[in-house]
């Protein structure tokens, strides 16, 4: 036999025999390098890369990738993908993302009761049990809410010298009077209605009015918003109100007060409070 075909035949051989070593018995080895400075290579395992060393107390070692990761394909836990199977793909650490994060749903402790909430971008929840702070780097809305303010006659001036009565349940004077009462109402908020209460059991009646006045015009003037009255005698308490109203609050530009005029003195004409209704989408 010719000495080339001996050392070919030998050549197969041992090449056979390799091939079915590396099959039933792995390879170990210090490293491995795959493709080369701008030309990559590809690596196929058809199976499960682990690391058999452990840590103290036979604590398991992770996997470790020294460098950025890419991958092209989707990340999933278990044999097979999507959400059918009781395995989901867990991250046991903080987590930033440099991007948009789109999810079916949130669940957990950390959404639930979110403790801080700090988004760099929009962010949309259609609910929250309890938020205890959140920190926005934007502004925040929200669907439209409904708020009210509540005013007692305590802190009324009259407009003379004027005596009276008042508490923080009713106002009347002794005599025919107007009073003027301040009214703070958050910056933005849009008024949808204002109403009054009042005991009227006099031929004469209580008008409310509600104002607003010019802070930086020559003149400083107002304009009348609404103007509210009793109508006829009642011995039960009336309420009076003007759902018409629709107005931005603007506390830039103007301040906001009411009065409140007694066509007789009388304790029959008795002031109880003001309350202004409205809308909100942004906190105040």
């Excluded at 009076?240 to 009411?258: A, P």
Aim: some cysteine.
């Amino acid at each position: 036999m010719k000495k080339s075909l001996v050392i070919t035949m030998l050549v197969i051989a041992s090449l056979v025999l390799t091939v079915g070593i590396v099959k039933a018995a792995g390879v170990t080895t210090d490293w491995l390098r795959v493709g080369v400075q701008g030309e990559g290579g590809v690596t196929y395992f058809n199976g499960t890369i682990i690391n058999e060393t452990t840590g103290d107390n036979d604590a398991n070692n992770p996997v470790t990738f020294g460098d950025n990761v890419r991958i092209d394909g989707r990340v999933y836990r278990g044999a097979t993908a999507g959400t059918s199977d009781s395995l989901p793909f867990i991250v046991n650490d903080n987590m930033e993302v440099t991007g948009s994060l789109t999810v079916g749903g949130l669940s957990g402790d950390g959404v639930v009761s979110a403790a801080n909430i700090d988004p760099t971008s929009n962010i949309e929840v259609n609910s929250l049990a309890t938020t205890e702070d959140i920190l926005a780097g934007g502004s925040i809305s929200w669907g439209t809410r409904t708020g009210h303010v509540s005013v007692s006659p305590a802190g009324c001036t009259p407009s003379y010298n004027d005596t009276f009565s008042v508490s923080s349940l009713s106002l009347y004077p002794d005599t025919s009077a107007t009073f003027y009462c301040p009214l703070q109402l958050p910056d933005g908020v849009t008024v949808t209605k204002a109403e009054f209460m009042a005991m009227d059991s006099n031929d004469a009646d209580i008008e409310v009015t509600l104002l607003r006045g010019y802070l930086r015009e020559i003149g400083l003037g107002g304009y009348i918003l609404t103007i509210l009255s009793t109508s006829g005698s009642s011995e039960t308490l009336q309420t009076i109100s003007d759902s018409t109203l629709n107005f931005v609050v603007d506390n830039y530009n103007y301040n906001y007060s009411y009065s409140v005029t007694f066509g007789d003195g009388d304790y029959s004409l008795r002031y109880a409070a003001l309350v202004i209704t409205y809308t909100y989408t942004t906190p105040h």
